[in-house]
Structures are given as structure tokens and as C-alpha cells.
């Protein structure tokens, strides 16, 4: 039998269950407790009524919220961009490889190479609170380097997504078409045993929405859900397609029609806002507030990779989405953590309830509101994953 573990002298639990607390969606839980047994939440509820335990943590009267569900990331890649981001910010021309600059670094690196920066991030996200997250491929956009790229993923996560989509293959640039007949035929056949998603590039310059459809449909044919990056440079297909289709998500959502978000907020795609790639790319903001008042479900995520969005910060998005995209600080929690769980079709992380998997970060503050408040503060001083405290 598994020992258990009180976490007492919480000034203020997070549980996402509007069922206890405040009844709001956070279901606040004030001067709180929780109990751990395994790698489950067994309880919560106020400290005075908590049940004895083999172990007892005092978080010294800090916030406990549950760990960050990191549903949109692009973590396998070799290089960086420095170049290319310090001549944007610095008002300068140049020529930008973009995304086949990654491509070629992350096909000249071994795996070990690759491993080791995955790992690295994984860390780096770690501390700073993230205990779910999502990667994919994307930066070989061979057949072999995709699949070795998802092979590195699955060692270290279950929500691994092929996105050999990205973008046409250099090798195909002439020939897109052949670059479809690739990712839906061979390519696929050596991705979809490690994977559970596949994505697509569905943007003028990659993908169009019959191209989009063409791979979506061959994915989910051999048991991968999708998800898509949709209407994130400009009005497009993607977000009907999604909806259309039953995908997880639909990722950036910025330019949007009002049919667009009509159709996010009849559906169940969830609508996951990338506001690090809006503030590495001074790219117009999505309009969260649209989408949560039609009564859409949003997600936050960092997007991390090395072109567009180079951030592991889950807190770092709050602050943006709350200070930019129109969420209230309550918003941009949930959507960082139940939201992302939503993106990922998981009802097991992204809240701290009985049965929920004991994930969960410790805020050297009073209140969640810090996250937005005290932008950039490392505020985040233990996480818990699957009930073992690893920060």
C-alpha cells in the first residue's frame, strides 16, 4: 500500500473543480489542504478537516495551483535562431531561413544531440511548474528523420504529435503535391506507431485546406486525432476544417472570422492562443476575449521552438494573455492548466481533485493573481509530478 501526504498551510488551492470552494471554475479553496496518496489526489478541502496521513509538507502559507498542461510544443530541434530574432527586433533586413534553417540543424544533428536539448527544455519547463506537455516533429520532414524525431519524443511523453506537415520539404519545394503523397504514405507508415496526433501547417505558404483535409484524414484513418495550426498569419481554412473534422484543437485562432468562432464555441475543438509567437514576432494578438465570451473552450501554451515562440514559460503566456489578449487573471490559469488538459482530451491532469493525478506547482505567493501581477518573478518553488516532488 502506497504511503500518503498532506499538504497543509495552503493559503489558497486551485482545484478546477467548480464543484468545491469558491463554486467558481478555479474552485478556490482557502487556508486548504491536500492529500496525495501514490500518484493520485485522494482529498481536499479546508486544513482543519484534513485526514491523517503518513506525511505531512507545510507549504508555509503559499498558493498551490495544478501543474501546467503545455499542449502545443515543438521541442525536438537542433540550433537556434539568434540571428534571425535579434535582426526582427532590431528593425534590420535579412534573409531568414525560418523554419528550413531548423530543418537542416536538426538533420545534421545525431539523436543523442537531440535527446540531450529535449531533455534540457523538459527540465526547464519543469521548474517553472509545466507536469503535461505536447511536442511534435516537424524539423526533419524525411521519413526518417520524422520518425526518429517522434522516437525521441515518446521516450518522454505520451502526447507525442507528427507534424510532418510543417511545411513542403525543401526537396519537394517544386513538387508539393509528391511532399502530401509522401506524408500521407510512407512517412506516415513510419510515424503513426509513435505518435497519438498529427498536425498540419494549414497557412498560405504550406498548407491549403484540401491538402490539410487530404492529411488529416490519412492520419486519423491510422488511429492519430488531429489537431491543426490554423488562421495564424491570416484569414484561412483551418479553423472550420478543425471543427469540421473533431479535432483536439485548432492552434493560434488570430485572424478569425465571426463563422469562426461560432463554430469553435458549437464544437469540441478547443481553441489554443500562442501568445509567445504574437510577442517574438510583434504579430498582432488573438482576441481571447472574443472566443470566451461566444463561449468557446481556450487554451494557453508557450509554442516553444526556435523561430517564433522560444519560451518554456507557462507563466510568462498568463502574463501576456491577461496583459494583451483580453483574460482575466482567473481566465488565462485555467486555460494554462484545465484548458490545456481540454487540448489534449484528458480529464486526469490540469485540475487537483480525488482521482486526478497529483500534478501540481507551489507559488511563493498568496494568491494564483501573482502569475499576471509580478510578470517574470520566478514564483514557482515546488512542483509535485505524478505524486513524487521533483522540484
Same mark, same amino acid.
Given at each position: 500500500m502506497?504511503?500518503?501526504?498532506v499538504?497543509?498551510?495552503?493559503t489558497t488551492?486551485v482545484?478546477?473543480?467548480?464543484?468545491?470552494?469558491d463554486r467558481?471554475p478555479?474552485?478556490l479553496?482557502?487556508?486548504?489542504?491536500?492529500?496525495?496518496?501514490?500518484?493520485?489526489v485522494?482529498?481536499?478541502?479546508?486544513?482543519?478537516?484534513?485526514?491523517a496521513?503518513d506525511n505531512?509538507?507545510?507549504?508555509?502559507?503559499?498558493t498551490?495551483?495544478?501543474?501546467?498542461?503545455?499542449?502545443?510544443?515543438?521541442?525536438?530541434?537542433?540550433?537556434?535562431?539568434?540571428?534571425?530574432?535579434?535582426?526582427r527586433m532590431s528593425?534590420?533586413?535579412?534573409?531568414?531561413?525560418?523554419i528550413?534553417t531548423?530543418?537542416a540543424?536538426?538533420?545534421?544533428?545525431?539523436?543523442a544531440?537531440l535527446e540531450?536539448?529535449?531533455v534540457r527544455?523538459?527540465?526547464e519547463?519543469?521548474?517553472?511548474g509545466?507536469t503535461?506537455?505536447e511536442?511534435?516533429s516537424?524539423?526533419g520532414l524525411t521519413v526518417e528523420?520524422?520518425a526518429r524525431a517522434?522516437?525521441?519524443a515518446?521516450r518522454h511523453?505520451?502526447?507525442?504529435?507528427?507534424?510532418?506537415?510543417?511545411?513542403?520539404s525543401?526537396?519537394y519545394?517544386?513538387?508539393?503535391?509528391?511532399?502530401?503523397?509522401?506524408?500521407?504514405?510512407?512517412?506516415?507508415?513510419?510515424?503513426a506507431p509513435?505518435?497519438?496526433?498529427?498536425d498540419?501547417f494549414?497557412?498560405?505558404?504550406?498548407?491549403?485546406?484540401d491538402q490539410a483535409?487530404?492529411i488529416?484524414?490519412?492520419?486519423?484513418?491510422?488511429?492519430?486525432?488531429?489537431?491543426?495550426?490554423?488562421?495564424?498569419?491570416?484569414?484561412?481554412?483551418?479553423?472550420?476544417?478543425?471543427v469540421? %473534422?473533431?479535432? @483536439?484543437s485548432a492552434?493560434?485562432?488570430?485572424? +478569425?472570422?465571426?463563422? &469562426? *468562432?461560432d463554430a !469553435? =464555441?458549437?464544437g469540441?475543438t478547443v481553441?489554443?492562443?500562442?501568445?509567445g509567437?504574437?510577442?517574438?514576432?510583434?504579430?498582432?494578438w488573438?482576441?481571447?476575449?472574443?472566443?470566451?465570451d461566444a463561449g468557446?473552450?481556450?487554451a494557453?501554451?508557450?509554442d516553444c521552438n526556435?523561430?517564433?515562440?522560444y519560451?518554456?514559460?507557462?507563466?510568462f503566456?498568463?502574463?501576456?494573455?491577461?496583459?494583451?489578449?483580453g483574460?482575466?487573471?482567473?481566465?488565462? %490559469?485555467?486555460s @494554462?492548466?484545465?484548458?490545456?488538459?481540454?487540448? +489534449?482530451?484528458?480529464? &486526469? *491532469?490540469?485540475? !487537483? =481533485?480525488?482521482?486526478?493525478?497529483a500534478d501540481l506547482a507551489?507559488?511563493?505567493?498568496?494568491?494564483?493573481?501573482?502569475?499576471a501581477?509580478r510578470?517574470?518573478?520566478?514564483l514557482?518553488?515546488?512542483?509535485?509530478?505524478?505524486?513524487?516532488r521533483?522540484?
Amino acid at each position: 500500500m502506497s504511503s500518503s501526504t498532506v499538504i497543509t498551510g495552503i493559503t489558497t488551492l486551485v482545484t478546477n473543480d467548480p464543484s468545491v470552494g469558491d463554486r467558481s471554475p478555479l474552485g478556490l479553496i482557502r487556508d486548504a489542504a491536500l492529500v496525495i496518496e501514490g500518484d493520485r489526489v485522494v482529498w481536499t478541502g479546508e486544513a482543519g478537516t484534513a485526514p491523517a496521513t503518513d506525511n505531512r509538507v507545510d507549504a508555509g502559507g503559499r498558493t498551490v495551483i495544478p501543474g501546467f498542461v503545455d499542449s502545443h510544443s515543438h521541442l525536438v530541434f537542433a540550433g537556434d535562431r539568434t540571428e534571425e530574432f535579434n535582426a526582427r527586433m532590431s528593425g534590420r533586413s535579412y534573409t531568414a531561413g525560418g523554419i528550413r534553417t531548423t530543418v537542416a540543424a536538426t538533420r545534421a544533428a545525431g539523436d543523442a544531440e537531440l535527446e540531450a536539448n529535449l531533455v534540457r527544455h523538459l527540465a526547464e519547463a519543469l521548474r517553472q511548474g509545466t507536469t503535461t506537455f505536447e511536442t511534435k516533429s516537424g524539423y526533419g520532414l524525411t521519413v526518417e528523420d520524422e520518425a526518429r524525431a517522434l522516437r525521441i519524443a515518446a521516450r518522454h511523453t505520451d502526447e507525442v504529435t507528427f507534424l510532418g506537415a510543417h511545411i513542403v520539404s525543401p526537396e519537394y519545394a517544386d513538387d508539393p503535391a509528391a511532399y502530401v503523397d509522401l506524408v500521407t504514405g510512407p512517412m506516415l507508415d513510419a510515424c503513426a506507431p509513435h505518435a497519438r496526433w498529427i498536425d498540419v501547417f494549414c497557412e498560405k505558404g504550406a498548407f491549403d485546406g484540401d491538402q490539410a483535409r487530404a492529411i488529416l484524414t490519412a492520419g486519423r484513418a491510422r488511429g492519430l486525432h488531429p489537431r491543426i495550426h490554423a488562421n495564424q498569419l491570416g484569414h484561412g481554412p483551418g479553423v472550420q476544417l478543425a471543427v469540421e %473534422l473533431d479535432a @483536439a484543437s485548432a492552434d493560434h485562432c488570430t485572424h +478569425l472570422t465571426d463563422a &469562426d *468562432v461560432d463554430a !469553435l =464555441a458549437s464544437g469540441r475543438t478547443v481553441a489554443t492562443l500562442l501568445p509567445g509567437a504574437e510577442f517574438s514576432t510583434r504579430a498582432e494578438w488573438p482576441d481571447a476575449r472574443r472566443l470566451l465570451d461566444a463561449g468557446a473552450t481556450v487554451a494557453l501554451s508557450t509554442d516553444c521552438n526556435p523561430g517564433s515562440s522560444y519560451t518554456s514559460s507557462m507563466p510568462f503566456c498568463i502574463a501576456l494573455a491577461v496583459r494583451d489578449m483580453g483574460m482575466t487573471p482567473d481566465e488565462a %490559469l485555467w486555460s @494554462a492548466t484545465a484548458g490545456g488538459a481540454a487540448a +489534449l482530451r484528458r480529464t &486526469d *491532469v490540469g485540475r !487537483l =481533485a480525488p482521482g486526478a493525478r497529483a500534478d501540481l506547482a507551489l507559488l511563493d505567493a498568496p494568491s494564483h493573481v501573482h502569475l499576471a501581477y509580478r510578470p517574470g518573478v520566478p514564483l514557482v518553488t515546488g512542483v509535485w509530478r505524478r505524486g513524487t516532488r521533483e522540484v
